[in-house]
């Protein structure tokens, strides 16, 4: 099998993600190797792939997508890997020693075309407060086995099986510039009837910076995510009639949980911030078309 890590200019995360890869235990199982597919034209992670295979002896497919694309960057992944699985993990996360074996192993016992485990946020800092009590960076959980809907699906912690790739020259759509190309490469998958459940066994955890725990970053993150909705097909006029509706609710919501539950106001607030930017996107006025690097 292969892994894929694809990465944005944050050479200091991948190097945590690459050794953690290396650490896999396979039980003589299966064998894997790693692509790491840099989306910077600069080549910024070139240096840290070269140390880390003189370090550790591991040999890594080094490929570089030039243009600013996470969708053709997770093409280019896939063009250079191998083997009868795939799995794909975020340069900014970490995979603990049976990560890849409890994904494979589920993927075999449930019988499934993939499996994608939990992300678990991890601070090297402590958050403000207002983060920890919003609970902006824990995401679902689901028990092990169960079948997951393609809006439930990402690339940050994934395996699956390569041959439900065949016949698809184009996996990921480069429309998607920004973000969602995952979204929408489950949602054509589990149109096809390819199944995916969960795997509550094989988590990651995902290096959060402090730079991210912004009312900024949380609010172009809520903006460029509603900014990209137009680009789902999938029922998009039931979607705008929702934030429609949506946005005068909060508004009125809103200063009642100022008083009575500020991180839960929070919440709403950003949640607005993606009905808006839903409803403008579907009148042709996308707020935010390019998503911010973080370290």
Known sequence: ????????????????????????????????????????????????????????????????????????????????????????????????DDWLAQLYNACRRLGCDGVLGPVISHFDSPPPDWVTLGRFFVRPDHPTGYKLRWTECRTGNVLFRRSILNGNSEPFRPQFSTAGEDLDFFRRMIDNDRVFRWCREAPVYEVVPLSRCTWRFLSRRALLRGSNFTKHPSGRLRHILKSIAAIPAYALLLPVLLVVNRPMCLRYFFKSLDHIARVLSFAGIPLVKKREATQ
């Open 1 to 96: 099998m292969t892994v894929c890590v694809c990465t944005f200019k944050r050479p200091h995360l991948l190097l945590r993600s690459l050794q953690g890869i290396a650490r896999q235990r396979t039980a003589y199982e299966f064998s894997y190797s790693i692509v790491v597919a840099d989306n910077d034209v600069e080549q910024s992670a070139a240096a840290v792939v070269r140390s880390f295979c003189d370090t550790t002896g591991f040999e890594v497919t080094y490929c570089v997508e030039p243009e600013q694309n996470i969708a053709l960057v997770r093409n280019k992944a896939l063009s250079a890997a191998s083997g009868e699985f795939i799995a794909f993990i975020d340069d900014d996360e970490i995979p603990p």
